[in-house]
Structures are given as C-alpha cells and as structure tokens.
C-alpha cells in the first residue's frame, strides 16, 4: 500500500465509514489514535514549505455503495525536508499502513483518497488530516464532498394519495422516475398489482433533465378506472429497466377512497376515508359491537339489501336495516352493526395488519363497500 521512492509516490488513505451524516457532521464521531510518532519541528536549519493544490475535492454525484478515489498531490517548496505523519480522520477513517513519509526539498508525493458512501446524503463531506513539520501549516486537511445518491428516485416520494377517486371517469396521476447517477437507464415495462390502474412512461427532455439536476428520467403518468367499490383504494406499481447492463426496479404505492353518493357516520374511532373503524380494546369473552349509520342520496333502485358478506378473519359480523322513521328528501338512513362475536380466539388486527369486511349490496349506487378494522382483544 505505501510507495517508498519520492516524487509520483502515493499513500492509500481509506474512508470506509462515511454513513448518516448531518450537514457536515456525523451520527457517530470516531477518532483514530494519535500517531506512534510525534514530529519534532527544527527552526535553525533550512525549513520545508508544504503545498497543497487542492485542499478539497468536490466529486459532484456518487451512487450509494460506489466507490471513489481521489489524487491529492503535495509539494514541499522549502529548502528542508518535509515530514508527514498520520493524523486523525473523521469517521472511522483510516489511513492504510501510513505512518510517515519523508519529501525532499522541490519533490512532491501523492496522496489517494479512497472511499465508500454507503447511504444517501446530500451533503456528503469527510477529511483525513496530516500533520507536517511545516512551522506555518502544522496539520493539513484532505477534503472531500458532494453528495450520495440513489441510482434511481421516485418522485413525490413515499405513498402517493390520490383522495377521493372518481366513479364516473379515470382519475389521473403522475410524477417522475430520475438518476443523478446514471445517464444510460432505459424503461422497459411496468407492472401493477390492481388490473384498475395503468402506467406508461415518457422520457424527459434535455430541457426537463437540466431543470430537475438529473442525468437521466421518464416521466410517469397514470389513471385509476372507476370502481363500484366503496372504501379505500390500493395498488402498488412496479417500474423495471436497465442499468449497467443489469435488470433495474423501482417501486411505488398509490392509494385513495371511492366514497359514492353515500356518507357513513360513526362514533370516535371511525374515519370514513378510510372506511377505517379503530374499535379499541375488547375482553374476548363479552364480544363488541359498534353502530354506524349510512346516508344514501339520490337512490331510485329501491331499498339496499345486503347480499354478501366476506370477514377476514370470519370473527366479525355485519348488519344493515334501513331506518323507516328517517324522512328527508333525497336521503335514506341506513342503521349498520359491526360486531366481534363472543368467545372469539385472541384478536390483533392493526394499522400494518387490519381485519377486513366486504360487503356487496344490491343497489349500483354503492356496490361493494370495504371496510377495514382495527382491534385488540384480550
């Protein structure tokens, strides 16, 4: 790792745990030990002059897990000999093998950073320092910085929420697939996992790529058919491609609600665009029952009746009579019963795992609505 002879030599310094930093910072501090041996500064004889051409080294754009090196060239413009000894580093820095190093007066030595960004960050910056026996520049810093980058980002970022969907026409969606990386991705195909969604892809322009910082994306754009269903809406969406000869995936999630000409109204725990009813705490053996009520307008198709009920799991039950005291013009009053059964084995059902109801009805207007549960029973 360590070249012996003077001029052209070079110095393998590894930064190997450049992870989580916060502007220019990190999550975790680690100094290494100070060097074995202490450089002794003589002021009578003749003295050395370091110089460093380039203190920092602005890499622009790096993947996460790739890894960069970088020539860092030093010259001794002094009449005496300059040393260079090991010093600290930021983060788990080391400096493979390097103790000391000799410069004769008018020669220069080459330092080669290495290191690995093994997580995103957009501010990305790591030093290794060394220490001189230059009286005007006891220590010198090894800079360099840029940012740490997916190979691929999808844009808005998480789940994209779509709101209300609409029943009558394709609800519309979109937003971006990009590298600041790669400049030789292609979009193959796209698969999703709700035969009511599809996607296609645009490139982007060199207009748009300029515009977002990007060296390569496509634009996405999608549409949600309409659904009979009442409740809420979810699909994922797989994007697949090539990159560096190799097969490329980028995921997403979509969500939304179809509410229809209906309104639910329940007590606390009860988030209609959800359809999500949160029933808390239960004892297993008393069972519990929740009550909501359902407002239809504009029905002509005569009275809902409820033909089909699937539970999962099969511990819950549901009802629905309409309220003939209920007089408004337009609106009917429907009266539901959500409830667990007595005696039902332990019950866990959360916002990661919830207990589902689909109810299928008669009426066109509504369809089928979906209802989803969360309890705990003990």
């Known amino acids: 790792m360590i070249q012996t002879s003077h001029t052209g030599s070079s110095v393998i310094v590894c930064i190997m745990g450049l992870l989580f930093l916060v502007s220019s910072g990190c999550e975790e501090k680690i100094e290494v030990a100070e060097p074995k041996k202490e450089i002794q500064i003589d002021l009578t004889g003749p003295q050395p002059k370091v110089v460093l051409e380039e203190p920092l080294y602005e890499f622009g754009n790096m993947e996460v897990g790739e890894t960069l090196r970088h020539d860092f060239v030093i010259h001794n413009d002094g009449e005496g000999t300059l040393t260079l000894v090991k010093d600290r580093s930021t983060c788990k820095c080391t400096m ?41 520049a006891k220590e010198i810093a090894l800079t360099v910085a840029g940012r740490v980058d997916k190979t691929f980002e999808i844009t808005p970022a998480g789940i994209w929420n779509l709101g209300e969907l609409n029943r009558d026409k ?41 515009e977002d910082d990007v060296k390569a994306g496509y634009l996405i754009q999608g549409e949600v058919q309409p659904n009979s269903s009442i409740g809420e809406f979810e699909a994922s969406v797989t994007l697949k491609g090539m990159a560096k000869g190799e097969e490329q995936s980028g995921f997403f999630s979509i969500n939304g609600f179809y509410s229809g000409p209906i309104q639910i109204v329940g007590p606390a725990g009860w988030k209609a665009t959800e359809m999500l009813l949160v029933m808390g705490r239960m004892e297993k053996e008393e069972g519990k029952t929740v009550n909501l009520s359902m407002f239809l307008r504009d029905n002509e198709n005569g009275p809902v009746e409820v033909l089909d009920v699937k539970a999962e799991p099969d511990f819950f039950t549901f009802e629905m009579t309409k309220d003939e005291n209920f007089k408004a013009e337009n609106r009917e009053r429907y009266k539901m019963k959500i409830s667990v059964k007595p005696d039902s084995p332990p019950l866990n059902f959360d916002r990661d795992n919830p207990a589902r109801l689909e109810v299928t009805t008669n009426n066109p207007l509504i369809g089928k609505m979906n209802f989803k549960i969360h309890i705990l029973s003990y």
């Open 170 to 210: 394709p609800t519309s969606f979109s937003g971006k697939i990009t590298s600041r990386v790669l400049d030789d991705f292609v979009f193959k195909d796209s698969e999703t996992s709700n035969p009511l969604v599809s996607v296609k892809v645009i490139p982007m322009t060199p207009e748009q790529l300029k």
């Open 96 to 136: 493979a093998d390097f103790e000391e190093r000799d410069v004769p007066p008018g020669e220069s030595t080459t330092i080669t950073l290495e290191w690995i960004g093994k997580a995103e960050d957009p501010n990305f910056s790591q030093a290794a320092y060394i220490k001189t026996n230059d009286n005007t």
